[in-house]
């Protein structure tokens, strides 16, 4: 055979090889791949339903733009301007791209601000894969959104004065803060500013940023405070699925029910579509009509367990012996055996039983153990929660009908049937709050608190026990508690009318609540302040006075509740040191600056819910202009303009109250005065109330809103900080340059 002959010969072999391979590749992109369509674009497969062409795609929420002007070409979702850079058919994710926002400053004192804006019209944020993060060390970042018509935010901060006091691989707020979405978010824009505009540390960090990514795809390092890689962009998970409906109302229409042949449908676990998956034993994609198909286990032996004889079979496969054997031939049973050896396997069979009720006898006893070790858990946790304090406290009480009751662990879970999901009634930063009903046919409130810490156990039980005795008619009342728990829980009186926050706020409601009324529940309200800060054996500062924590009876009587932040005064400190905790918007700014809590702090946030009763606008709004984000700030500025009467609420304004309005605006003034020590106490302001609500129609008083707004009013420049149950953290800061970089999927 000659030399030309051979090297024929050589290239028909390789020719055979490479049409094999194409073969091959071509049947495993059939499994996934639309017929005639484009597999990949510049690397990333696209599996139906999605589709770069019409035909290849279910519908044009489908539709990826292979754009061919980059080398090698970029896939975008829709016709926008989101790049994709993988597709999940088995995990139901896309992850794309998403910018970044910063807040960048120089030695100059010159500054670059870039917020950074997300627009979806299908597949979600995924959240749980996703975590919103901020870098740096005098930063504080949001993330804003519109969720179901409603604007929701969140956000976080991070603080630190030198590198070396930043871990690497650590986002907890020091040099790096990361924290959770809601679920359904379709978009967002992320801010982020500082407090001191970054002069005490530009050597190390000129530079705040923020966004949102893939939890798994970002670890902080200290190198990312000087510069965070120049990247603009991060990787972001969506969650997809099919249609708007659940799989059960999707089944009716067979004609339009995207899962085929040997699949399987599931809800997405985003609220909204339904998913569909390949049967147990099958592989392919169950959108095609023929995409899931049965796999062969017989002919890979790491799919299937027989020792022998594999007889494959739709969706799974048998296991044989041959003749002379018994068993089920299977490499986890046992096996094929020969038949000589079945008398021993029946003897074995035989102790195995004597063995199976010598481990059930075991396992009784076990049980009982284990009861008794649970008896003794919830009697350390008693001890350890304080319970022989409190009962001690308790002691010298025995003559009083209003002392505090101890629950046991099983009365409050048979109350809240096992604490079910469907009898949580409120959520928050101090713990979660069940509607329960006791065996006497009580309805309660009972908070299960977060984990307590074990040094301020015995500050916890003073706690209790005072304001067990507080017998005061506008105050929700603490009737109880269980210590048996890790965490203590806490059983409070029900309250049926809601919260002040949803009457003032609800247009369906606020107009139920008349000028009369709002003056009554404030001064119901002021009147409590001022029982817990003069009146109580030991005063109390409630520090998280706001119109959700102002509960309504059915008579529309103020009760005050959630002591959870509250903070006992000993007599001889008229101020505390403490973290700052609170309310964005009813936030003491004197307060938020020195960490010195006072009794004029809750006198602050009063201020706030006066102004609020009478504007019925939210205390802070990014709907509104930069200036009137704030409704202290835009309430002192209006007052200081004499624009008073243009920012009330509508359902209050008659001639007949006007006076009674201006008294009114004018307490709220000084409760907002910036330096505590020129508040009013609470009991001046209670006295004061008192006097208004006793004013005669035909009084005429000149009041004077402007003579102290002068020095009261100016606009913010550093940050209001919060870490409460029900709102958001979040940072405020007016910006010199301000760039937008608007980002959507094209619709």
């Not at 996934?32 to 929420?61: H, K, S, W």
């Not at 959770?180 to 978009?187: F, M, R, T």
């Not at 009137?628 to 624009?643: G, N, T, V």
Request: net charge negative.
């Amino acid at each position: 055979m000659d030399y030309q002959c051979i090297k024929l010969m050589h290239a028909v072999l390789l020719w055979v090889i490479a049409a094999a391979a194409a073969a091959a590749a071509g049947t495993a992109s059939a499994q996934t791949i639309a017929p005639d369509c484009q597999a990949t674009c510049g690397g990333v497969t696209i599996p139906y339903p999605f589709g770069t062409m019409e035909g290849c795609y279910l519908n044009r929420n489908y539709l990826i733009t292979c754009n061919n002007t980059f080398s090698p070409p970029k896939p975008f979702l829709r016709t926008g301007n989101i790049e994709v850079l993988n597709i999940s058919l088995v995990d139901h994710y896309l992850r794309v791209l998403t910018a970044v926002g910063s807040d960048c400053y120089d030695e100059t004192g010159g500054r670059r601000q870039v917020t950074a804006r997300t627009t979806l019209s299908r597949f979600p944020f995924s959240n749980t894969r996703n975590k919103f993060t901020a870098i740096g060390c005098d930063t504080f970042a949001v993330i804003m959104n519109g969720m179901n018509g409603q604007s929701i935010s969140t956000g976080c901060l991070s603080m630190c004065d030198s590198i070396q006091s930043v871990t690497n691989g650590s986002c907890s707020g020091i040099g790096c803060c990361q924290t959770s979405i809601p679920k359904g978010l379709l978009n967002f824009n992320v801010t982020v500013s500082s407090f001191s505009n970054h002069s005490d540390i530009l050597s190390f960090n000129p530079c705040s940023y923020t966004f949102l990514t893939e939890e798994d795809s970002f670890n902080f390092s200290s190198a990312d405070l000087i510069d965070l890689q120049n990247r603009s962009h991060v990787p972001t998970v969506l969650d997809w699925a099919v249609g708007e409906q659940t799989c059960e109302e999707a089944r009716k229409n067979s004609t339009s029910f995207a899962c085929q042949a040997n699949s399987i449908c599931f809800d997405s676990n985003n609220d909204y579509g339904y998913q569909c998956n390949c049967l147990a034993g099958y592989q392919g994609n169950p959108y095609l009509p023929s995409g899931c198909q049965d796999i062969d286990e017989c002919e890979d032996p790491n799919l299937n367990q027989c020792t022998k004889n594999c007889i494959n079979t739709l969706g799974s496969y048998t296991c044989s012996c041959p003749k002379g054997y018994h068993g089920d031939g299977r490499q986890d049973g046992e096996g094929c055996i020969p038949d000589d050896r079945l008398l021993a396997i029946k003897i074995a069979i035989g102790i195995s039983v004597g063995f199976l009720a010598l481990i059930i006898g075991s396992s009784w006893l076990y049980w009982i153990h284990k009861r008794r070790k649970f008896i003794k858990l919830k009697e350390k946790f008693f001890w350890q929660n304080g319970g022989l304090m409190l009962q001690q406290q308790l002691s010298g009480q025995e003559g009083s009908n209003e002392t505090v009751k101890i629950f046991t662990a099983e009365e409050l879970e048979k109350a809240t049937n096992k604490y079910d999901e469907g009898k949580i009634i409120g959520t928050g930063g101090y713990g979660t709050v069940y509607k329960g009903i006791l065996v006497d046919g009580r309805t309660v409130a009972i908070k299960k608190s977060k984990i307590v810490d074990q040094s301020q156990i015995e500050q916890f039980i003073n706690e209790v026990v005072i304001l067990s005795q507080i017998n005061h008619r506008n105050v929700v009342k603490l009737l109880g508690c269980c210590l048996e728990t890790e965490v203590p829980l806490l059983v409070y009186e029900f309250i049926t009318n809601g919260t002040l926050f949803d009457h003032i706020h609800d247009e369906g409601k606020a107009s139920n609540i008349t000028w009369e009324a709002r003056l009554r529940i404030a001064a119901e309200t002021a009147e409590v302040l001022s029982y817990l800060h003069s009146a109580a054996s030991i005063p109390i500062i409630h520090r998280d006075v706001k119109s959700n924590n102002i509960l309504l009876d059915d008579n529309y009587t103020a009760k005050v509740s959630d002591f959870g932040a509250s903070r006992l005064v000993p007599m001889d400190q008229s101020q505390l040191s403490t973290m700052v905790q609170g309310t964005l918007g009813y936030l003491d700014p004197e307060y938020l600056q020195t960490s010195q809590l006072t009794e004029k702090s809750d006198v602050y946030s009063f201020g706030v819910v006066l102004v609020e009763l009478l504007t019925g606008k939210q205390v802070l709004s990014f709907d509104r202009s930069e200036e009137q984000r704030s409704l202290a700030m835009y309430f002192l500025s209006s007052l200081k303009e004499d624009r008073l009467f243009q920012v009330l609420e509508n359902y209050i304004m008659k001639d007949e109250n006007t006076q009674q309005i201006k008294e009114v605006a004018t307490l709220a003034k000084k409760c907002l005065r910036v330096k505590g020590e020129e508040r009013p106490t609470m009991k001046d302001v209670t006295m004061e109330l008192e006097r208004i609500r006793k004013m005669k129609n035909n009084r005429r008083i000149d009041v004077d809103l402007n003579s102290e707004v002068e020095y009261l009013f100016s606009k913010p420049s550093g940050a209001y900080i919060h870490d409460s149950s029900d709102s958001t953290t979040l940072a405020y800061d007016s910006m010199k340059y301000h760039v937008i970089l608007p980002v959507n999927d094209g619709r």
